[in-house]
């Protein structure tokens, strides 16, 4: 595959992305607005330090590392199953992120909110008693099906993550739960081949578990009807494309890392 076409196919898809996800965002726009004018609608906006508005801001962080990887991957390799399934990643997640950035826009809320911490919305006292179940549940939606997953270690489903409060360690440009660090992605910058594959599907995994657990916390916390159903839709889409990770992984003589 030559330079010039790797760079054009890269291109057009990026460009497919941005458009796709400025069409979800007008329709998802569109429909709450819909929904909100209706009788018996609920008028009630979410505040900026709301559970809606804090999962909306940073899924869209968290998605945009995700499409930034799977764009990386697509220039590093030839393999057709890792590129058709990265490039089924960014559509999705570009999608949503500009469903997520869109909503802001309509609730009069900032992308960014200076002296917010990211996952702050997901601390136990800025939730419900639903809260005490929170981890159990993020455990929960980990379950990677009847397939033989083995190297998806059940101790390392969320192990390290600190899914439930604004306390996750922040290291190395990693904002929230399951992102890849700075380090990480420089060298899925530089890996090729068979090796870039396999760490870009462990980095994906990992990112998947951070963003399952963040999907399963607005399930549980948001009060928006439409952002919960998305992030319903997050979990068992998410899901689904770990355990084919898992499957690609092991066809690669790898496994999931197990979470540091």
């Not at 399930?219 to 952002?227: F, P």
Request: aromatic share 4%.
């Amino acid at each position: 595959m030559s330079a010039a076409r790797s760079v054009t196919r890269t291109q057009w898809a990026a460009i497919t992305a941005v458009v796709l996800a400025l069409l979800f965002a007008g329709t998802a726009t569109v429909a709450s607005a819909g929904r909100d004018s209706g009788a018996g609608a609920d008028d009630r906006t979410p505040t900026a330090g709301s559970a809606d508005a804090g999962f909306a801001r940073d899924m869209a962080v968290h998605h945009q590392q995700a499409v930034e990887m799977s764009f990386i991957v697509r220039d590093s390799t030839d393999d057709e199953e890792v590129r058709r399934l990265a490039y089924d990643i960014a559509n999705t997640q570009a999608n949503q992120r500009g469903m997520l950035l869109g909503w802001l826009d309509m609730w009069g809320l900032p992308k960014v909110e200076a002296g917010r911490e990211p996952m702050a919305w997901m601390a136990p006292e800025a939730g419900t008693d639903a809260d005490a179940n929170a981890g159990a549940d993020a455990d929960a939606g980990m379950d990677m099906g009847s397939g033989d997953h083995s190297g998806m270690d059940s101790g390392t489903d969320m192990e390290g993550m600190d899914h439930g409060s604004a306390g996750h360690e922040v290291r190395d440009g990693s904002l929230m739960p399951g992102m890849a660090t700075k380090t990480e992605l420089e060298q899925l910058g530089k890996a090729r081949g068979k090796q870039a594959e396999i760490l870009y599907l462990q980095l994906m995994t990992d990112h998947h578990m951070g963003g399952v657990a963040m999907a399963r916390g607005c399930v549980q916390r948001c009060e928006d009807g439409t952002e919960k159903a998305l992030a319903e839709g997050m979990v068992a889409a998410q899901q689904s494309e770990m355990r084919l990770m898992a499957d690609l992984l092991k066809a690669r003589g790898a496994k999931p890392r197990t979470a540091s």
